[in-house]
């Protein structure tokens, strides 16, 4: 079955670091960009950034760039995003999303969302 | 970059149409043609609807249709049916590997 999985949901404290996982099955992994994508509690979604499990090269939206490590561990098929120096308002739910467009977005597969939320 | 402007709500009556508006810059929306709309029922994946401004993905209905024109995409849905009641986002490529979203449009089905 083609999907993307997440892990469960975080409660961190502010100031500490979070890191999400997106397991991809039923597609070759390295042949698709993977983007992730927030939503904090009634807003709209933000974009995060990509990373190409092919090579590990990733590029980030300007506003996380120094606070937002992208991985991937391709004998598991796994993207990582991993976010430091949590606020509370990095309280959203994290998603990543399979491009089949190599970057230019159309994400035509996406996982069910974790929820990270940051207390003081 | 900002993001793009959606309304924050449209709302139709059953069999109806009902058009959401995306209206960015000509450095995202009115360059390139990578504008693409998705659908959120609130706890599940989000689902692209449209890509490429006016393409649909295989199991799309087609009442849901893509276009644009200048600095503003739309989404129009026809034949309005309660299943559609969601939130709707759009997204463009906004160029230097770069992607944008909509604030989100929330559609009422009355």
């Known amino acids: 079955q083609v999907q993307l999985v997440q892990s469960g949901a975080e409660v961190k404290k502010s100031g500490a670091s979070v890191k999400v996982s997106c397991k991809a099955s039923g597609y070759t992994f390295n042949g698709y960009y993977i983007h992730w994508v927030r939503q904090a509690p009634g807003q709209g979604f933000e974009w995060m950034g990509w990373i190409n499990p092919n090579s590990g090269g990733t590029n980030y939206a300007q506003k996380f760039q120094g606070w937002v490590t992208m991985t991937r561990d391709t004998s598991i098929k796994t993207a990582y995003m991993d976010l430091s120096r949590l606020k509370s308002d990095d309280t959203a739910v994290y998603y990543c999303?399979?491009?089949?467009?190599?970057?230019?977005?159309?994400?035509?597969?996406w996982g069910r969302g974790t929820l990270v939320i940051v207390s003081s | 970059q900002s993001a793009l402007t959606q309304p924050p709500s449209a709302s139709g009556s059953p069999g109806q149409s009902v058009t959401i508006s995306c209206t960015g810059a000509s450095s995202d929306v009115g360059t390139y043609n990578y504008v693409s709309w998705y659908q959120h029922h609130p706890g599940n994946a989000p689902k692209v609807m449209i890509y490429e401004v006016s393409k649909r993905p295989s199991g799309v209905p087609d009442r849901f249709s893509g276009s644009k024109s200048g600095n503003t995409a739309s989404l129009t849905v026809s034949g309005l049916q309660a299943e559609d009641e969601a939130d709707y986002y759009c997204?463009?490529?906004?160029?230097?590997?770069?992607?944008?979203f909509g604030g989100g449009t929330k559609l009422t089905v009355l």
């Open positions: 999303a399979r491009d089949k467009y190599l970057g230019l977005g159309y994400f035509d597969l």
């Open positions: 997204s463009s490529y906004a160029g230097s590997n770069n992607l944008v």
